[in-house]
């Protein structure tokens, strides 16, 4: 079964620093796509990022970057100079077919 | 931007009552999707839509949902007997091709149930 875990419920991050929120996820498949979602306090889900499999090169979006580990099944984001902006729950997606499969969200916080 | 429309963004209802969210996809997505978040937690998969009929739906679907799209634009998820439990945040999305490609998400309609 196609499973997406984030082991960490809650990151905090000081503004301008780097933050890495993890993402594992386990699927049979061998050519797929991997998102990044975030839903601020509006709860609007915006896409951030999105990682195509077969591509060996990490995407990056402006400050945020991904980590893919295809042979481990990781695909953990970072997110760069973080602003106050920032924050908010971040979801991990697998599509799987005819629907996506989310984490359960790591909610980051970040300090002034 | 082309972007999904949601509406009602709130609606509060009796137990009991029946409800229609509505959603207007980005016109040339051909995937369409429901999918509800409880607060505080995970966002989950409701149902799939394609070619005017279910692609997959989840054991949250059960018989008391259904989806529909009446004309060429909208997409609309009924809940017939609301439950207090039914109250979350439904999402639409939609999508070009499934298997990979982008879904875009609807800004959601926050249903609570009394």
């Not at chain 1, 402006?62 to 984001?77: P, W």
């Not at chain 2, 369409?32 to 009929?53: H, T």
């Not at chain 2, 999402?91 to 959601?108: L, P, V």
Request: glycine residues 4%; proline residues 4%.
């Amino acid at each position: 079964a196609q499973t997406v875990t984030q082991s960490q419920p809650e990151m905090s991050v000081q503004e301008a620093e780097t933050v890495t929120l993890s993402c594992t996820y386990d699927t049979s498949e061998s050519d797929y796509y991997l998102f990044w979602y975030k839903q601020p306090p509006s709860r609007q889900m915006i896409l951030v990022i999105r990682q195509e499999a077969y591509k060996q090169q990490n995407a990056t979006e402006n400050r945020f970057s991904v980590n893919f580990q295809k042979a481990a099944k990781s695909f953990s984001l970072k997110i760069s100079d973080s602003q106050l902006g920032d924050a908010a729950m971040y979801f991990c997606a697998y599509p799987g077919t005819y629907k996506y499969i989310f984490g359960t969200g790591t909610r980051l916080k970040v300090l002034a | 931007e082309p972007e999904v429309t949601q509406t009602p963004s709130h609606q509060v209802t009796q137990m009991g009552q029946e409800v229609i969210l509505r959603c207007v996809p980005i016109s040339n997505h051909l995937y369409f999707y429901w999918y509800r978040q409880i607060l505080g937690q995970k966002v989950e998969f409701l149902v799939s839509f394609y070619n005017n009929e279910i692609s997959e739906k989840s054991e949250i679907f059960d018989d008391q949902f259904s989806v529909e799209r009446p004309d060429g634009s909208n997409f609309t998820l009924k809940i017939r007997s609301t439950k207090l439990e039914d109250s979350a945040m439904y999402f639409c999305a939609s999508s070009e091709i499934t298997d990979g490609n982008t879904i875009y998400f609807g800004e959601g309609s926050w249903l609570t149930v009394v």
